[in-house]
């Protein structure tokens, strides 16, 4: 059983896993392939200078794997609960259990309305419906919380990123039992 697995592999999904990842937690990393990152240009993206989208992904692809993340390619089709956590179905049939799912699939909802997740009026352009979460990024299905463009944040990538590891950090917590906090320090 993963401790965390993230549905959704763009910027908050990427940036959730990498902490969970680096925080020593067992971590699932599902990307469908279809996000809007992959479509964009970005010189407003804080340390880097420019990029493409498809390369955006994949750096925060390779940092989550770096740390130990799980990355597998697949559409997450249901979330139900099972023992202690939950149990997340995939569309080649493959099933993967979580104490802890992160719900990173930016525009889309359908995922979240299936398991029980309560979702709301959207304030972003074009963004329609959004997940109901508290500051925290918690939904009102105990261990389903939400990251980025679908919690109801910002579409820019940037602030998605920041909303991604903001949650992890979250979960770390409550998996720890106590404030996680991770910093690193230039070597010498």
């Known amino acids: 059983m993963y401790d965390i697995a993230v549905i959704g592999a763009g910027p908050a999904g990427a940036s ?3 902490f ?3 925080a020593g937690k067992k971590t699932l990393l599902i990307d469908n392939d279809k ?3 992959r479509r964009g240009w970005y010189e407003n993206y ?3 200078s420019e990029i493409g989208g498809p390369d955006l992904v994949e750096t925060g692809h390779k940092q989550a794997v770096k740390f130990g993340a799980e990355l597998i ?3 997450a089709i249901s979330i139900s609960k099972s023992g202690d956590g939950f149990a997340i179905e ?3 049939g493959a099933t993967y259990e979580a104490k802890h799912v992160i719900l990173a699939t930016g525009v889309l909802t359908d995922l979240a309305a299936q398991a029980g997740v309560e979702t709301k009026d959207g304030t972003e352009p074009r963004i329609k419906t959004v997940v109901a979460v ?3 990024g918690k939904t009102n299905v105990e261990g389903i919380w939400a990251a980025g463009t679908v919690a109801g944040v910002s579409v820019h990538a940037v602030i998605t990123a920041g909303d991604g590891a903001k949650v992890a950090i979250n979960v770390i ?3 720890n039992g106590a404030r996680y906090v991770d910093h690193d320090v230039l070597k010498a």
Do not use: F, R, V, W
């Open 16 to 18: 959730a896993a990498l």
């Open 20 to 22: 969970a990842a680096k």
């Open 35 to 37: 996000g809007m990152t």
């Open 46 to 48: 804080y340390g880097i």
């Open 73 to 75: 390619a697949g559409q």
């Open 90 to 92: 995939t569309d080649s």
């Open 134 to 136: 508290d500051a925290s």
């Open 173 to 175: 917590s409550e998996l």
